[in-house]
């Protein structure tokens, strides 16, 4: 079932260091993944995105990576800044749904100079 | 270029209240979206739509209503407020349900 609470999930990393953050879909008829990156006050901002067809996708800095077979997504940051700490979602669009696109918890990612 | 523009940023009710919020995008995108997100939780959809003149119900529709009359405009109502829906929501709108989502800045209600 759903849990419910009032602390997201947090990971803190030492500036420089590489970061993952890790998501967990449920629904394997979702077609394509986003990573959002929420500041404080603001709305979320995309990030990049993977289909379903692949498994890897890459960007400046951002890479992700997609398990389909244990439904899973992970976001690796390089060289972590003090600029990325925010909170970080992953949402997933399911397929047969047309359109639904659903979000998962948040984690957030505190970065020390 | 505007993007997603919310309205209002700010609203306090009193409980039994009704407000409607309204969600403005002028990227001529087909798919808009209504989230609320509570202290500490990711965003959950309340309702969405896949183009002008259809609404869907997302993952707690109970409480509000949608409707999408225009293209580029999506409505969010609340015909009786109650302090659980304090909240703060977000629109987003996307071009086709396998782009991403751009979102408004928010709208942080409050029911007392």
């Known amino acids: 079932g759903e849990s419910v609470g009032l602390h997201l999930p947090t990971l803190s990393v030492q500036e420089g260091d590489n970061s993952i953050i890790n998501c967990a879909y449920s629904?394997?008829?979702?077609?394509?993944f986003i990573w959002y990156k929420q500041e404080s006050g603001k709305g979320p901002q995309f990030i990049i995105d993977i289909r379903s067809n692949m498994d890897k996708r890459q960007g400046q800095r951002v890479t992700v990576l997609l398990n389909k077979t244990v439904k899973h997504l992970s976001l690796q940051i390089a060289a972590t800044q003090p600029g990325d700490s925010a909170v970080y979602f992953c949402a997933e669009n399911i397929g047969n749904q047309g359109g639904k696109l659903i979000f998962g918890q948040g984690t957030e990612l505190s970065v020390k100079p | 270029n505007a993007g997603v523009t919310q309205t209002p940023k700010f609203r306090v009710l009193k409980t039994g209240q009704s407000m409607t919020l309204l969600c403005a995008q002028d990227m001529n995108h087909e798919y808009m979206y209504w989230y609320r997100q509570d202290p500490g939780m990711g965003l959950r959809l309340i309702h969405y739509?896949?183009?002008?003149?259809?609404?869907a119900k997302g993952e707690v529709p109970d409480g509000y209503n949608v409707s999408r009359l225009k293209k580029q405009n999506f409505l969010l109502g609340l015909e009786s407020a109650a302090p659980s829906q304090t909240s703060v929501y977000f629109c987003?709108?996307?071009?086709?349900?396998?782009?991403?989502?751009?979102f408004g800045q928010g709208t942080r209600l409050t029911v007392v």
């Open positions: 739509s896949v183009g002008e003149g259809t609404t």
């Open positions: 987003a709108s996307s071009s086709t349900s396998v782009n991403e989502a751009f």
């Open positions: 629904n394997s008829a979702s077609d394509y």
